[in-house]
């Protein structure tokens, strides 16, 4: 695997009133990763609560304190928190996680500048899922897209709409776990907020009209190294969305996962903290 030899990449994570993910995730980072090598940059949008009052603890993060935009829904705050990250990095490579994706190997780092280096072509590398899904309802949803896309839409004279990797509902690196060359970030895209879209969908277009790849990690191989928690935010914090995600059956599942033994063994080494 390449070596990281030297501090050449920056971590953005964006932060509002998750206290015990936040902590989990920086910890796992902490335990995980070399720091000599790495800039870890938290963006808090005024959260207001313990969780700010703990990230203003920690002396080997970056804190920036994003103030709230009146009448901003959480989608834009997210996004407004990496473009305000994005333009405090530096390093030839930048990292977008959530407070909901947790490290799980000091292999994590070389594994994703591997990916990003195997072309010199390739300005960006990541996933559009994290989680696994089991073969069986894969091979449905893709049964559904043909029928949809080949049968029934020409039928009834539709376009392909919001189906899933057509049109503007295009496949991009999701910011839960997208690595870019901060050059060509910065020289083709306006960063994470561009366009006014979901942070990295519009910045992932346009380096692609610039004739640059993408190359999409799929879960399985992705997952060795980083679990991401889908939506824990909201379901561990409803009040942010003001509404649920899920069924109480993932609700509970989410925190059997969460309150397993090898994620308190981290969330609770304190010295992780130091």
């Not at 539709?158 to 999701?174: A, D, E, P, T």
């Not at 910065?186 to 993408?214: H, P």
């Amino acid at each position: 695997m390449t070596m990281i030899k030297k501090k050449q990449l920056s971590i953005l994570i964006p932060q509002y009133r998750t206290l015990y993910l936040t902590k989990l995730c920086l910890r796992s980072i902490k335990k995980y990763t070399d720091l000599n090598k790495v800039k870890v940059i938290v963006i808090d949008n005024e959260s207001n609560d313990e969780s700010i009052e703990y990230l203003r603890t920690l002396k080997w993060i970056t804190l920036i304190e994003r103030k709230a935009v009146e009448g901003e829904p959480p989608p834009q705050a997210h996004v407004g928190a990496m473009a305000l990250g994005m333009e405090n990095v530096t390093t030839p490579y930048v990292l977008s996680i959530h407070t909901d994706t947790i490290v799980k190997s000091d292999k994590w780092l070389a594994f994703l500048i591997d990916k990003i280096e195997e072309d010199e072509n390739i300005a960006g590398v990541g996933s559009w899922k994290l989680e696994f899904t089991p073969p069986l309802k894969r091979f449905l949803k893709a049964l559904e897209r043909f029928w949809q896309l080949k049968i029934w839409y020409p039928i009834i004279g539709k376009k392909s709409g919001n189906i899933v990797g057509h049109g503007n509902n295009h496949y991009f690196l999701r910011s839960h776990c997208a690595l870019f060359k901060t050059d060509l970030v910065k020289k083709y895209t306006d960063g994470f907020g561009d366009s006014g879209e979901c942070a990295g969908k519009g910045m992932s277009r346009k380096l692609l009209d610039q004739g640059y790849d993408l190359t999409f990690i799929t879960p399985h191989e992705l997952v060795k190294y980083l679990e991401h928690f889908n939506h824990a935010t909201m379901i561990l914090n409803p009040n942010i969305s003001g509404r649920k995600t899920g069924k109480k059956s993932v609700y509970k599942k989410l925190k059997k996962e969460l309150f397993s033994a090898k994620y308190q063994n981290i969330l609770n080494n304190s010295s992780l903290d130091d």
